[in-house]
């Protein structure tokens, strides 16, 4: 009898033969289904944008899963489902394993291979998605995996999970009725189609944050099918066989959901935490184009439903690259700035004390305010613009702002986009205008967006001059003044061909404004009924609970920020302290019309004073430009084949050497170097390095390093 025993604190069950297979071969599927579906856990994360925009959400969630592993086990080592199955039969059939009663092989099977058994979890990469298949005993903090991620949308046990073309409705059935009764036996829990009949028509306030996202994994009931029944004829027969038990609503607006949870939750026999949703998503097949790493869309569908436990409801993603206080459009989205730093945490030294993180070209402040959400880090960062300090305390000031002071920027910025749009140009209202409170603030902020105008094109473009004018305004003011930048930057081509106006462009942010005050209003309102757990904020969402950071960690962040950045060129960059993690994106030169040599010498002075900065063990992520898709050439020497081989050889000059990590996943599984992809602009790579201290090896030469040096007959090396 073939036993899989793993520790005593993990799975304490054994798998025997007999219930898996009745013939003399190694049942790679059977025991697949007992070892995960019956015996381990399986997950379900939907993924806020898929792999059209990146690759680094799967990078991320697998790193966060290592990071949040609550039982004493060792690392987990992630296979796909078919690279797992391939390796137990392979080594079964190698060791002539057989299943007939008193085999010893079957032992040799468990004692010499058993720990790359129990400690190998499986990952399914699909488009917008992914599951994750865990063994017995593994136990991950969920709630801490989904809050801090970048990427994760929610996620949850998975209930099914079937190719469109092989899924049955009976065997649908009896998942479900197995998953009902095991995790909600005498609850009713609400059962959402995440359809296009429900949700397409009703949520296009939302199109930009569901583009090559949710929007993709939405399903049509009325067209696809579950073996020989439609779709929508399953669902109504729900309602009869899951009666008592499943609560489906009816079709139409999915609003109309809020009301009948409101009600249900006030029974003590509805489970109101989860829901189960079914959605339906997409295959992966790799571009093998020049110029495209990037994963497509593959041509099989999934149908799958999953129980969403948590959904990722961070306050900065309600923004993402468009954070209120902005000076520049290159800005890193914060999705993508938290997986950044997730990427990382495997490799977090466990010593006692705080993680030293640094951004050299900080901007804004994202991948500080990301880092932020995490306990017992010191952030610190620097930036080549005067305003950056600046940008970074206005944007702490709005996430602290209370809901009464959200909701008057709200109607101020509403008057603003009112006045802009007014036909009415007497003077009596021009006068009243100018009086009021938005009119004065407008003013203001417009005096001061014609004294950017006078620098646009000068290097830095703010001034310490400008940055004192700012602070001496009102930080709603200033709130103005951003939005005007964004307006004028965003649109520049459409104003200089006259198309556009900038009170048309500023018209156009402030309506975009004005939706996400009202959605982080929202979000804020519903956190009041909620509690705090350290950081992170728990509430009752709209279908299950609700992950958010705590109101107290965003007050807090003031503290934490502000003594730490700095205005400063990362030329005369002298680090007084030592990093374990240097998170950043380099400017590009993509904007501008900086020289390029000066571009360079950036590139070389801050690359190797970040690698001599780093402690032992040390981190460096980096987002680059890796293709532009507007036909702008792209300097050679910003490019990730190039600082690659960069940083490799400044690491050996400065005696430390570079660590991989060997993965055991197929090329369905996406891995390093990532990608980030604007639809209009660029697309960028991230690039990850792990430092340690170089041994002395017996190859290592004494001689000194040679130079290139010129000459009269050109580039010679000495």
């Known amino acids: 009898m073939l036993e899989l025993v793993t520790s005593p604190k993990r799975a304490k069950d054994a798998i025997d033969d007999k219930e898996l297979s009745d013939g003399p071969l190694f049942p790679g599927d059977k025991f697949f289904t007992e070892w995960f579906r019956k015996r381990g856990t399986i997950y379900s994360f939907l993924f806020k ?40 039969v392979h080594v079964a059939q190698s060791l002539k394993v057989v299943l007939a009663e008193g085999n010893t092989k079957s032992r040799a099977l468990q004692s010499k291979y058993g720990d790359l058994i129990c400690d190998a979890a499986v990952i399914d990469v699909m488009y917008g998605s992914c599951v994750v298949y865990l063994p017995p005993g593994v136990v991950i903090d969920l709630k801490a995996v989904c809050s801090q991620s970048g990427y994760i949308h929610s996620c949850g046990r998975n209930v099914y999970i079937r ?72 669902i109504e027969e729900m309602r009869s066989v899951f009666q008592g038990r499943l609560e489906i609503p009816g079709p139409g607006d999915y609003h109309n959901d809020f009301r009948l949870l409101n009600g249900l939750r006030r029974s003590s026999d509805f489970a109101h935490r989860n829901a189960l949703f079914l959605i339906m998503d997409h295959s992966t097949r790799l571009n093998e184009q020049p110029q495209g790493n990037t994963q497509l869309r593959g041509n099989r569908h999934f149908i799958i439903c999953y129980d969403q436990e948590f959904i990722n409801e961070n306050p900065f993603h309600l923004f993402d690259e468009d954070k209120p206080a902005w000076f520049d459009h290159t800005t ?9 730093i997730n990427i990382s945490r495997p490799f977090w030294p466990r010593r006692s004390g705080p993680l030293f993180v640094c951004d050299c070209f900080v901007g804004s402040g994202t991948t500080l305010l990301e880092a932020s959400k995490c306990d017992d880090i010191i952030c610190s960062g620097l930036d080549y613009e005067p305003i950056s300090p600046l940008l970074i305390e206005d944007n702490v000031h709005f996430f602290s702002l209370s809901v009464e002071k959200l909701r008057e920027y709200e109607g101020l910025v509403l008057e603003v986009a009112n006045y802009l749009v007014s036909s009415d140009d007497s ?58 930048l964004k307006g004028a930057r965003r649109y520049e081509a459409a104003i200089t ?14 309506g975009t404004l004005q939706e996400e005050l009202k959605q982080l209003v929202g979000l804020r309102q519903r956190t009041e009924s909620g509690e705090s757990d350290g950081r992170r904020m728990i509430f009752q969402g709209a279908y299950s609970e609700s992950l958010s950071i705590a109101e107290a960690a965003l007050k807090s962040l003031s503290n934490q920020l502000l003594k ?79 600082i690659t081989h960069q940083v490799v050889t400044i690491a050996e000059q400065e005696g430390r050497e570079i660590i991989t990590s060997a993965e055991q996943i197929t090329k369905t599984v996406p891995v ?16 990850h390095f792990r430092f340690r201290k170089r041994p002395e090896y017996r190859r290592d030469s004494q001689a000194p390093p040679r130079e290139l040096t010129s000459g009269p007959g050109g580039l010679t090396l000495q």
């Open 672 to 687: 390093a170097p990532y990608y980030w992809e604007s639809e209009r602009a660029l697309r960028r790579a991230i690039l």
């Open 564 to 642: 730490r950045v700095k205005s400063k060129n990362c030329l005369k960059w002298r680090p007084r302290t030592e990093f374990d993690l240097i998170v950043t994106d380099p400017p590009y030169g993509f904007n501008t019309t900086e020289d390029p040599e000066a571009l360079a010498e950036i590139y070389c002075t801050f690359l190797r004073t970040a690698v001599k900065s780093l402690k032992d063990g040390g981190q460096l992520v980096l987002a680059l430009p890796d293709w532009s898709h507007t036909g702008r050439r792209l300097p050679a020497f910003i490019l990730k084949d190039f």
């Open 163 to 234: 190719n469109v073309y092989k899924a049955a409705k009976n065997e649908f059935f009896a998942n479900l009725e197995g998953y009902l009764g095991e995790r909600y036996a005498g609850k009713r829990v609400f059962f959402r189609p995440y359809s296009n009949e429900d949700f397409t028509d009703f949520d296009r306030k939302q199109r930009e944050s569901l583009k090559f996202g949710l929007d993709d994994v939405k399903l049509s009931v009325q067209k696809y099918f579950l073996g020989e029944d439609r779709i929508a004829d399953v």
């Open 49 to 88: 944008k898929n792999l059209r925009v990146t690759n680094i959400q799967v990078a991320e969630l697998i790193a966060l899963l290592r990071s949040y592993r609550l039982d004493s086990g060792r690392d987990l080592a992630f296979r796909s489902v078919e690279g797992y199955k391939d390796f137990l």
């Open 427 to 484: 003077p009596a209202y021009a006068r009243q205008w100018d009086l009021s409170e938005p009119g004065m603030a407008f003013g203001e902020a417009r005096k001061l967006f014609s004294r950017w105008l006078e620098r646009r094109t000068k290097s830095p473009e703010s001034t310490p001059a400008l940055v004192k004018s700012l602070r001496e305004v009102s930080p709603f003011v200033r709130l103005l003044f951003y939005t005007q």
């Open 332 to 340: 890193l989205p914060h999705t993508l700035a938290g997986a950044m």
């Open 497 to 510: 061909s006259g198309s556009y106006t900038i009170d048309k462009a500023l018209h156009q942010e402030l």
